[in-house]
């Protein structure tokens, strides 16, 4: 792949502005102003306000850094790395407070007495920080006093982009409501809503999106489509199940499971990395090409072998298996020294791939890839592998061999309809039985 340089995000330069109330320095009423803001006291605030002396509060803007503190740190040279070289106001208002704490009394009264509902000094709306913060009440209450749904952020986002966990389902349902645009696009990255929404395994609001119209198969600059973009997040155990119903419905609406990155990794390629074995099922049931290489000439299978020994809990012998019964690659026998090396903490990853193969050559080397440890773990297992350094493998194992190459990568398809025993068409699938013989 040629090279690509990367992208650069270009931000406007923030001016330094007068026009603030400095909070470290506020007192009397503007600061008891404040403090009621924090806490949402909307009796404190509705007094304040309806001074004429301070209505001008309501839409103020309020810096909270501290610049004396920014100048006790800028020469303290063990803190330098936590701190910026150059002063930053941080900017907000009284909307953004409250909307971004659910103190939905206190908003209304805001908004009632004329709060600018699409003020960003900091860069972004109090619509924007309500949907970051998951309040769906006061995501309502903003759009209906005419809020802007589709209000960019400084960091060129909608309101739409902000929806990134399973708690923000409402908000997202409001904005939708209220006109945001299904397919708009971030600046930086081109993502829509539902490559937000793949990213971050939200099921809920995939199928939301769409049935609000979502493009499926649009892809961003990185050449991610939602699918592609869903594969490729990294996912602990318990994101597993969030990350296939994700999958399941982009499929289930058309998704194109051959579309490739800019590195050529599809889908599959991804699934397997992430070692999702119900993902890696459902992409080859959908007709996932299980032998496809990337830039680096890699298929799904070196993905899968080079993950297992840090996703030992995520099963990889069934993406392992569901590979080799769809025609996968092998790996060339020299090298299976190495592989055992790497992936010899999970016994039945090792299974299901040297059965893969009619006859092993075992050597010394293959015993000296297992350490002493999880030798001793699996001690029956691996017995079984380095006694065939003096013996072929058993006549039934030959035989299995014999029927899989006939059917390739047909294993999958013809082996259940046979008119067998159970247990023989198990062990034709090269089923897990604890031994090689």
Known sequence: ???????????????????????????????????SLLVGDELTVLSIVDDDEYDYLIDAIYDTSNVEEWKNFRFNYRCLRLWSLSYEQELTTPL?????????????????RGANVDLAPGGSTALHESC??????????????????NAVSEEGLMPLHFCTSSESLECAKYLL???????????????????????????????????????VD????????????????????????RY???CQTLLGAGADVHTTDQDRNSPLH?????????????????????????????????????????????????????????????????????VIKHCSESPRTIEVLLNAYSHLKVTDTWVESVSPEV????????????????TPRSLQHLARCRLRTFLDGRVHKVVPKLGLPTFIKDYLLLEFRGYIH
């Not at 650069?8 to 009397?28: E, F, L, M, S």
């Open 1 to 35: 792949m040629a090279y690509v340089a990367p992208k650069i995000k270009w931000r406007k330069p923030k001016t330094y502005r007068q026009d603030v109330i400095a909070t470290a320095k506020a007192t009397g009423c503007v600061l008891q102003f404040w403090n």
């Open 96 to 112: 953004h407070i409250t909307a971004g704490r659910g103190f939905t009394d206190c908003l209304r009264l805001l908004l009632q």
């Open 132 to 149: 970051e913060n998951c309040q769906s009440e006061c995501t309502k209450l903003l759009l209906m006093h005419g809020a802007d749904a």
């Open 177 to 215: 409501q209220f006109g945001a645009a299904i397919n708009g696009r971030s600046m930086d990255e081109n993502d829509t809503p539902l490559h937000v929404a793949a990213k971050n395994g939200l099921p809920d609001h995939t199928e939301l999106y769409l049935r609000y119209g979502a493009a």
């Open 218 to 241: 649009r892809q961003n600059d990185e050449g991610l489509t939602p699918l592609n973009a869903a594969c490729t997040q990294r996912q602990e155990l318990q994101e597993l199940q």
């Open 244 to 246: 296939f119903k994700v």
């Open 270 to 338: 991804m699934a397997c990395k992430n070692a999702n074995p119900d993902l890696v099922d459902l992409l080859l049931a959908k007709g996932a090409c299980v032998n496809d290489m990337d830039y680096g000439g890699e298929a799904p299978m070196h993905n899968i072998l080079k993950v297992v020994c840090f996703k030992i809990s995520h099963q990889p012998e069934r993406i392992v298996r569901a590979l080799l019964n769809h025609g996968s690659i092998r790996v060339w026998p020299g090298a299976l020294p190495m």
């Open 375 to 390: 030798f001793k773990e699996h001690k029956e297992f691996y017995q079984s592998i380095f006694s065939l350094a003096m």
